[in-house]
């Protein structure tokens, strides 16, 4: 079985989130995936086989399945990109349905996925309160243009929007504690984000809930924040979030909304081979 290493929003031969990818005739059984993906020790390791048209896929942490992963399908993408040529891969999840495409540019192989449908609400106060808490932030730390938001493009993530940089950049909090919250809530980040401009995010994710401290890109996140700025008011068009800065693994995402609450949100991004 052979196991690539791809790292997805990458800035060209450095950052970007690596992935383990799995491309076989069929899945594994389930314990074998979860070992494997203990083994490879990536935040996620993806699991795809043939499935009539498309491709049947599985996404696993360390520590858990994930029903999405947007840094890994872009990994995926290009794996199969460089395998059976550009163009577009319909994709069987576990939870839904989405495609990503893949060409070939000047500097390597990227990819665009089109994430499951999005939705938010205002993240419960006792959740809030508890969150603060464990990141030993304040309510005065946040941003009151974004409140606090649960978002979701085929994962649920935590959302808080801090008023400044430093503040960003000082990223702790209780492992165990935010974990166990994670689990609880079926949440699969924390995304703190900042907002330089209007077009672009400073972005980190905690990833307690799948045995990883911090993210150093994440999709599927940036698809819900797509999704989330869409229901608060965003219309169509495009962002950018930069992410893993401070944690050494610099990345980009690209992220295009269609300004129409619950659509899919394009996630974009570039890849380098381990």
Do not use: K
């Amino acid at each position: 079985m052979q196991i690539e290493r791809i790292a997805a929003f990458a800035l060209g031969d450095q950052g970007g989130n690596p992935a383990g990818v799995v491309i076989g005739a069929a899945l594994p059984s389930r314990a074998d995936m979860q070992r494997i993906a203990r083994e490879v020790g990536y935040s996620e390791t993806a699991f795809a086989a043939r499935d009539g048209d498309g491709w049947q896929v599985r996404y696993f942490a360390p520590d858990a399945e994930v029903p999405f992963c947007g840094h890994a399908t872009i990994a995926l993408g290009c794996a199969l990109g460089q395998r059976f040529g550009a163009g577009r891969y319909d994709l069987h999840l576990s939870q839904a349905q989405i495609s990503v495409e893949a060409e070939q540019g000047a500097q390597g192989w990227q990819a665009v996925l089109t994430s499951p449908p999005t939705w938010s609400r205002a993240m419960p106060a006792d959740m809030q309160d508890a969150l603060l808490a464990h990141f030993g932030l304040t309510e005065a730390d946040l941003d009151p243009s974004l409140p606090p938001h649960l978002a979701h493009g085929g994962a649920t993530h935590g959302v808080f929007a801090l008023r400044s940089r430093a503040t960003l950049a000082a990223m702790a909090y209780d492992f165990d504690a935010v974990r166990a919250l994670m689990l609880a809530a079926d949440l699969t980040t924390i995304s703190l984000i900042w907002r330089e401009s209007a077009d672009v995010f400073v972005c980190r994710n905690a990833f307690a809930v799948g045995g990883v401290v911090e993210d150093p890109a994440t999709g599927a996140a940036a698809a819900a924040l797509g999704g989330l700025l869409v229901d608060l008011g965003r219309g169509p068009g495009r962002f950018a979030i930069r992410q893993g800065e401070d944690m050494g693994a610099p990345s980009l995402i690209h992220v295009t909304v269609t300004g129409q609450s619950g659509d899919g949100v394009r996630v974009a991004g570039a890849a380098r081979v381990l």
